[in-house]
Structures are given as structure tokens and as C-alpha cells.
DNA sequence: AACACGTGGTC
DNA sequence: TGACCAAGTGT
């Protein structure tokens, strides 16, 4: 285990800082659902949706996930169709699959009880560094560093520290750091109280100086330097992935959808029937035609175009074609299994998760028809 | 270490 | 309008 040296540390009163952090908390802490009570479960749920995903989005969704599932037993209860179910819209949805698996075991390893030790907690699906450091300060009082981007904002400012954030390495740096100032009497407030500073005051664009608790603890704001701070290299770029999907019925008026991989991009989510699309350019009904015929035996016509989506990703862009269609052949029972697609009633398509740009679809049908 | 993994909001 | 961002983790 090497030693970390932060040299500023020492130019901070550390008792002074801690009162005026947490006393700020206290007074100024936002309402949230999960603040309502110290549930290792609801902290749990809490901290994966919040995990690259703003409050204001995470509130309505963390709501009806606990109307849902008010306890970790249900959560670990429930089939796939509903956990995903409970998290469409919402993004990386791993994260749930992980809560799944991770809550499960909880269920059969500790007798439903979230375990309390780091060692313990971090072997759990989906629990990093940030997430096992949140639930034992948050839930249990442990005086264990959570650091998320906020914190890394804050203390990089407090302390002057001009590591690069975007690396993996400088997560540790900030680790040390919070073990040092961290207030063992409190250490739910003041770790929350770090990101709760970062979220309303010293945020990444104007940090609001002026009313900042802790102003009079920040080397960066004395220096006047805190607009360079936290340093931050990277950007990738993103790749364009042209795609043709189209809203198939049958004779029924039933939707095909098809189940998506159980692994890598949107996981095990539905979606219309689509493929990627390098050829070309003015064929794109031939080429789905073609290629669904070849993979399915059955050719579809494709009527309309729908329309055209562009949906972004982190790490790259789907500019999706879309078209309505119909297929008046019969696809075998078999067929449909072995590459799970699935015919289903307006009402029923209800019941499955899709990505976001996959609702637009619907959406655009919808509109178009006139009809809900 | 670097990249995959979603979505919606912001300046 | 195109980054850049928001309470990260797995591989």
C-alpha cells in the first residue's frame, strides 16, 4: 500500500472545515425521497441510479422503483421484465441487471441484511469504490470515502490538486484525501455534504464563491485559480452507425419486436426489427427486405417511411431510418423462438422495456395514425 | 489504462 | 449546435 502525500492538507483546519460543511448540509440539504430514512436498500437503489444521472431525473423513477418494490426482498423477487421495466428511459442498464444479481445474493448470503464491512459490500455486482463508500457512510456511519466527480470538483479546488481527473489513478488521491478530512462523527453529512456542495455551489461552470460555505477552507478560491480547477483531459469521439428499422404488423394489427443481446449495448431490452445499414444509400427498404428474409425465410413489405432518428450515445451515434410495414407471411412458431422475436398486441407492448429511441418509433406511428 | 455503457439538460 | 456534463462500474 503506497503512501499518498497531499501536501495542501495540511494548510486546511480540518475541525474548522467539518463544522461549516456539515452545518451547511443540515440547513441546506435538499428534500429527496431517499433522505427520507438511512434503508441500506433505498441508499443502495439511490446511488446506482444516481451514478452519471442528474437528481431531477433519478426522483420520479427512484419513486415508483420503491412503489414497486418496497423492499429488497421484492426487488430480488421480481422477473427481468420488470426490473428492466422499472429502469427504461433511465440509461446503462446493467446497472439494474447488476442491482438484480447483487440484491439476490444479499438475499441468499446475508440473509437480506446489506452487509457493512467494505470487503463484503464490494463484492457485490454494480458496487464500486463510490457506491460501497456511499452506502457505509450514508447508511451505516462508516468513515469511508464515497468520491464521485463532485467531490473529486470540490476537494480539487479546497486542496488545489491539479491531477487529471479523467484518470483512474487520481480517484485514490481524493480517497486520501476525504480519510483525512472526513468527520468521523458525521459521516453521512459530510460526504453527502461534499456532493451537495458540488451539485449547488462549486459547480463545474461558475462555482458559486460568493455563497459557499467553506470558502474561507478553499486554497483554489484564495488563489483565485478555482475556474482552472478540477483539471480534466479527454473526449472521444463518436462513430455514426447508420441503421434501418421498421414497425412490422401483421394481419392481427400485432407489432414484431425482437429481443435484444443478452450482453453489451442495451442489453436484453426490445426493439423493432432493425440491422445495420453500411451498404448504402437510396436501398435501404431492399436491404432490410432482403436481410430480414434471409435471417426470418419470410419477406416483409415495407409501406411508409416513418421517420428519421438520431439518437447519441456516450460513444457513438445511431442515425436510424424508419419505416413502417407489414408481414403477411407466417413466421414459424420455431423461428420466432430461436431468435427471440415476438408478436404483441398494442397493450401488451406495454409490458416490455425499450431504448429511448425505439419509443420514438411508437411515438412517430402514433402520431401519424392519428390514433393512441 | 482505455473504452463500453444511455439519456436528457445546458450554455 | 456541438461539446460537455451528472452521485461510476465492468472488462
Excluded at 433505498?42 to 418494490?69: A, G, H
Excluded at 446475508?110 to 457506491?131: C, F, H, M, R
Excluded at 480517497?175 to 478530512?181: D, G, M, Y
Excluded at 461552470?205 to 486554497?219: E, F, R, T, Y
Aim: charged share 25%.
Amino acid at each position: 500500500m503506497k503512501e499518498i502525500n497531499i501536501p495542501t492538507i495540511e494548510k486546511i483546519n480540518i475541525e474548522a472545515f467539518q463544522k461549516d460543511l456539515v452545518s451547511w448540509f443540515l440547513e441546506e440539504q435538499r428534500e429527496l425521497p431517499w433522505r427520507e430514512n438511512k434503508d441500506p436498500y433505498r441508499v443502495w437503489v439511490s446511488e446506482i441510479m444516481l451514478q452519471q444521472t442528474r437528481v431531477d431525473t433519478v426522483i420520479p423513477y427512484f419513486n415508483r422503483f420503491i412503489d414497486w418494490f418496497p423492499t429488497l426482498e421484492d426487488f430480488a423477487n421480481a422477473d427481468e421484465e420488470k426490473i428492466l421495466k422499472a429502469w427504461e428511459g433511465l440509461g446503462y442498464y446493467s446497472r439494474v441487471r447488476n442491482l438484480h444479481s447483487a440484491v439476490q445474493e444479499v438475499k441468499a448470503l446475508y440473509n437480506g441484511v446489506v452487509p457493512d464491512s467494505p470487503e463484503e459490500i464490494s463484492k457485490l455486482k454494480g458496487v464500486g469504490p463510490y457506491t460501497a463508500g456511499a452506502i457505509l457512510s450514508i447508511a451505516y456511519g462508516k468513515p469511508e470515502p464515497a468520491v464521485d466527480g463532485n467531490v473529486m470538483r470540490v476537494l480539487s479546488r479546497i486542496l488545489m490538486i491539479y491531477e487529471d481527473i479523467a484518470k483512474p489513478k487520481t480517484r485514490k488521491t481524493f480517497e486520501a484525501a476525504v480519510r483525512k478530512l472526513i468527520d468521523h462523527n458525521h459521516t453521512s453529512a459530510f460526504n453527502q455534504a461534499l456532493m451537495e456542495l458540488g451539485a449547488l455551489i462549486c459547480t463545474p461552470g461558475k462555482p458559486a464563491c460568493l455563497l459557499c460555505p467553506v470558502q474561507s477552507h478553499c486554497l483554489a478560491f484564495e488563489a483565485g485559480v478555482q475556474s482552472e480547477l478540477p483539471v480534466k483531459i479527454q473526449k472521444k469521439k463518436t462513430r455514426d452507425v447508420p441503421i434501418v428499422a421498421v414497425l412490422l404488423t401483421n394481419e392481427k394489427g400485432e407489432f414484431l419486436i425482437h429481443k435484444r443481446a443478452s450482453e453489451g449495448l442495451l442489453a436484453n431490452l426490445w426493439e423493432y426489427p432493425n440491422f445495420e445499414n453500411h451498404t448504402s444509400l437510396q436501398h435501404k427498404r431492399e436491404f432490410f427486405e432482403s436481410r430480414f428474409q434471409e435471417m426470418y425465410g419470410v419477406k416483409p413489405e415495407i409501406t411508409d417511411p416513418l421517420v428519421k432518428i438520431e439518437h447519441v450515445f456516450s460513444h457513438l451515434v445511431w442515425k436510424v431510418d424508419t419505416y413502417t410495414g407489414t408481414v403477411k407471411e407466417k413466421i414459424s412458431e420455431a423461428t420466432l423462438i430461436e431468435n427471440q422475436l415476438k408478436w404483441v398486441s398494442k397493450t401488451e407492448i406495454e409490458e416490455f422495456a425499450f431504448p429511448v429511441s425505439h419509443q420514438k418509433m411508437m411515438k412517430a406511428y402514433n402520431d401519424k395514425e392519428g390514433n393512441n
